[in-house]
């Protein structure tokens, strides 16, 4: 079993690190990986989130590595059985969560503001 991580416009932080060193679990951490990072203000980096396509391209990018952990089939890989995600990555996660190639079993999601706007999406999980 694993955990998916997906962050919020700031990527990856202490914080970020913080929490993967407390689970009990491998982490995988999927970030925006928007240039100019790490930012010292918010509206920065969400300025510079939304103009590296926003939320439908971090939907994009989770759909992705989603696709590709699918495919993995080694004795050592450990498939992702919970998601964690944070704000614009929460909002981008929910994008997915109803089309998974995977079986996830549970996601939580912290101020997944955006989730409202699509709200007759059904959740796989």
């Known amino acids: 079993m694993s955990v998916l991580i997906i962050t919020d416009v700031y990527g990856d932080?202490?914080?970020i690190a913080s929490l993967t060193r407390q689970l009990p679990a491998p982490c995988h951490i999927i970030t925006p990986d928007i240039d100019n990072a790490p930012f010292t203000r918010?509206?920065?980096a969400y300025q510079s989130f939304v103009a590296a396509g926003g939320v439908a391209a971090y939907a994009d990018k989770i759909a992705q590595?989603?696709?590709n952990s699918a495919q993995q089939t080694t004795p050592t890989h450990h498939?992702?059985?919970h998601?964690?995600?944070f704000s614009a990555g929460a909002s981008a996660w929910w994008l997915q969560s109803a089309h998974l190639p995977i079986p996830i079993h549970s996601a939580t999601l912290?101020?997944?503001s955006r989730v409202r706007d699509h709200a007759e999406?059904?959740?796989?999980?």
């Open 13 to 15: 932080t202490p914080a």
């Open 42 to 44: 918010g509206q920065q």
């Open 65 to 67: 590595f989603l696709h």
């Open 79 to 81: 498939p992702i059985q």
């Open 83 to 85: 998601v964690i995600a």
């Open 110 to 112: 912290f101020y997944a």
């Open 121 to 125: 999406l059904p959740s796989a999980c």
